[in-house]
Structure formats: structure tokens, C-alpha cells
């Protein structure tokens, strides 16, 4: 099993639509929680942090949930711009703090 | 502005050959890492180092080796180049050694073996 897995899609949403995106987590100890974007051939940027009370900026709502050890991101209203690579990242415990496990991405095309 | 960056952007390499990546930050980041990405797979770590003279292994380091003699420079070398070894290569740092901090990339190289 891997550490973290992600819904592969691809999803194919039109414009305006509301689409979410799941991830697992396996190590219970983990600290902290990221989504990153990724478009085509480009590096991974971080689109933002994952808190167990939830967090949301903008269209983008993020949630955490430790006892089921699964993450989400909400994305609202969906724009053509959002058509990308979407990366869940779990960073680790203790022993390897600055340490981040990469989901294998969930790949999102919005269409006009 | 800070930034990171990795050269050469593009290298075409021959099976057996010796091939070094080099990544440099001016972040002054103590951590930094390398990634490898392959089409269908997420990014998987190859070797990472907290700081100045650190080093560690990552899942797939088999092959491949780096030192950090210094805050700025991770090069990641390739001991002897396999076709198994064509991929995007990503480097990335992060501030301190702490488990809620952000990861920045470089733009990546891509590697072919031949």
C-alpha cells in the first residue's frame, strides 16, 4: 500500500462546476498536510496547507480528517485556469520532520 | 528575489556515463531535497540533507549519490547512467527542519539515457 494515494482521475469538469478530490494518508504519526498544483512539464507549487479545523481561500477549501486519515480539497467554480496536476503531500513524523510524501496527483481538466 | 535553480535544463547522456544535476538556492534553506518523476507516478525522493555536510537516502537512491559542502549547492550525481534512469529530476528546499514547511522546486531537468 502506498504511503499516500490519490483518485488518479482525470476529471473532467465544465466551467462553473464544484469538483473534490480525496487523498489517504497512511502513517498516523504525520504532521503536516499540503495540496500542491501541478501543471503540465512545470515544477509543483503549493497551493496550500491542509488544518485539522479546515482552511479555505477563495475558492479552495481544504480539510483534514486524522482519525480517517484522509485529506480533501474543494474546489468551487471551477475556471479553465484550474486545469492542472493536483498533488496531495503528507510531511512526517518526528524522526523525519522536514521530510514530504508525494501522492501520485489527481489531474483536473475544466472545459469551456 | 530568492530562487532555485538546476542546471543543465536538458541532458541527453549515454548508458555508463558518469552524469552530475546541479541545483542551487539562494533561499538560504538549510533542508533540501531531490525528486525524481516519472510519467504516471508522483514525485519520489532520491537522496535529501538537512543542512551543510547531511546527507540521506530517500526510497530510490540506488545509483545515485549527492554532497552538500555548502547551504547553496545539493548536485545529484548519476554513478553510471541506465536507460531506467530517464526521468524529470526536481530540487527542492524548504526553510528549517520542521514538519509545516512549504517545499520550493526548481524548474526541473530533463534527463534521457540512451
Known amino acids: 500500500r502506498k504511503e499516500v494515494e490519490q483518485d488518479p482521475g482525470p476529471f473532467n469538469v465544465p466551467e462553473g462546476a464544484t469538483v473534490a478530490f480525496n487523498c489517504t494518508y497512511s502513517?498516523?504519526?504525520?504532521?503536516?498536510f499540503f495540496w500542491y498544483r501541478q501543471d503540465c512539464r512545470k515544477e509543483p507549487k503549493l497551493l496550500m496547507s491542509?488544518?485539522?479545523s479546515g482552511n479555505e481561500d477563495g475558492r479552495f477549501t481544504a480539510q483534514l480528517n486524522r482519525a480517517s486519515q484522509y485529506i480533501s480539497l474543494l474546489i468551487r467554480d471551477s475556471k479553465l485556469s484550474d486545469s492542472a496536476t493536483y498533488l496531495c503531500v503528507v510531511n512526517g513524523d518526528n524522526t523525519n520532520a522536514g521530510k514530504s510524501t508525494f501522492g501520485d496527483g489527481t489531474t483536473l481538466t475544466v472545459k469551456p | 528575489d530568492a530562487e532555485i535553480t538546476q542546471s543543465p535544463r536538458h541532458k541527453i547522456t549515454e548508458t555508463g556515463r558518469q552524469v552530475t544535476l546541479a541545483c542551487h538556492q539562494t533561499w538560504n534553506h538549510n533542508n533540501m531535497f531531490w525528486y525524481r518523476q516519472d510519467l504516471g507516478h508522483g514525485l519520489r525522493l532520491i537522496h535529501y540533507?538537512?543542512?551543510?555536510?547531511?546527507?540521506n537516502k530517500g526510497e530510490v537512491s540506488d545509483g545515485y549519490s549527492v554532497s552538500r559542502s555548502n547551504t547553496e549547492d545539493l548536485p545529484l550525481t548519476l554513478e553510471s547512467a541506465a536507460s531506467s534512469q530517464t526521468s524529470v529530476y526536481f530540487c527542492?528546499?524548504?526553510?528549517?527542519?520542521?514538519?509545516?514547511?512549504?517545499?520550493?522546486f526548481g524548474p526541473g531537468t530533463r534527463l534521457t539515457v540512451t
Open positions: 502513517n498516523s504519526a504525520s504532521q503536516s
Open positions: 540533507s538537512y543542512g551543510v555536510q547531511d546527507t
Open positions: 491542509v488544518y485539522s
Open positions: 527542492a528546499s524548504s526553510e528549517i527542519r520542521g514538519p509545516s514547511r512549504e517545499q520550493y
